[in-house]
């Protein structure tokens, strides 16, 4: 008598599929600005396997434009949702979020609602708003209290930042981690977003790359492109430890004090 398959949750549990970890990708249906129909998550799970990702943190939006969607619960069940459609594709989906810096967010961390890279509660996805600074190291460090590391989400793509490496030094000096999404590498968001990820990357400010992926034409998963100019810029040990080892050592629960 054959076994019967394990449920998508247990799935998630189990031992990953081969391939790396991409920490910050909008792949939920229907939830923010990332794919809106089942289909469209599919083809885009379809195409990070492709890019090499074996294991993906679904990071929908939370709090900011998306203060009233997408909670703890609601991300959750539609990352056992989307599992289950993806049948035999090798690529397994754990929550997360993409969460925009809020005076609450200590408290909705607590109870539930913002959730931690892969629910672990280790690391969290921080996004500044696009057009007007805000401080996030008083966020920083009081997440550290809560034994969580932040990780700031694309600070390249910020105009306001593209000349403010002392606030970003200073970020990093209290803990936090900054990751540059891998089409910034290409020139995917504008000369300036490009030219400020090489900068932060050559000065040793880069911890990780991330696709931050959205769809499959707009904005796909850009990881193998980005890992090989990486290798082709520097060397091919700073793109594995930039790609590679440093997503999979927070996806294990670490915390990273060097990179």
């Known amino acids: 008598m054959n076994d019967p398959a394990p449920s998508p949750a247990a799935r998630s549990a189990s031992a990953p599929p081969p391939g790396g970890v991409d920490l910050h990708c909008h792949v939920l249906p229907g939830l923010d600005d990332g794919p809106q129909t089942l289909d469209e998550s599919r083809a885009l799970c379809a195409a990070l396997a492709a890019d090499g990702i074996g294991t993906v943190i679904a990071s929908p939006h939370q709090l900011g434009?998306?203060?009233?969607?997408?909670?703890?619960?609601?991300?959750?069940?539609?990352?056992?949702?989307?599992?289950?459609?993806?049948g035999d594709l090798p690529l397994r989906i754990l929550p997360g979020g993409d969460v925009r810096i809020d005076e609450r967010l200590p408290q909705l961390v607590d109870e539930g609602q913002v959730l931690t890279v892969a629910d672990a509660g280790?690391?969290?996805?921080?996004e500044l708003p696009h057009s007007s600074y805000l401080d996030p190291?008083?966020?920083?460090?009081?997440?550290?209290?809560?034994?969580?590391?932040?990780?700031?989400?694309?600070?390249?793509?910020?105009?306001y930042l593209a000349q403010s490496q002392r606030r970003l030094a200073a970020w990093v000096d209290a803990g936090a981690l900054l990751q540059i999404t891998a089409g910034s590498?290409?020139?995917?968001?504008?000369?300036?977003?490009?030219?400020?990820?090489w900068r932060l990357v050559d000065e040793g400010l880069a911890a990780l790359v991330a696709t931050d992926a959205h769809d499959t034409r707009r904005r796909p998963p850009r990881r193998t492109a980005a890992r090989q100019l990486l290798a082709e810029a520097f060397?091919?040990?700073?793109?594995?430890r930039l790609v590679d080892d440093t997503p999979q050592r927070i996806l294990a629960g670490q915390w990273i004090k060097e990179w």
């Open 65 to 86: 434009p998306y203060d009233l969607d997408n909670d703890g619960p609601e991300i959750r069940a539609a990352v056992v949702e989307l599992s289950a459609a993806l």
């Open 122 to 126: 280790t690391h969290l996805l921080l």
């Open 137 to 159: 190291l008083g966020t920083i460090e009081q997440l550290a209290d809560r034994g969580i590391q932040t990780i700031m989400t694309h600070p390249e793509r910020h105009r």
């Open 185 to 197: 590498l290409l020139g995917d968001f504008g000369r300036t977003a490009r030219a400020v990820a």
């Open 235 to 240: 060397s091919e040990d700073l793109a594995a």
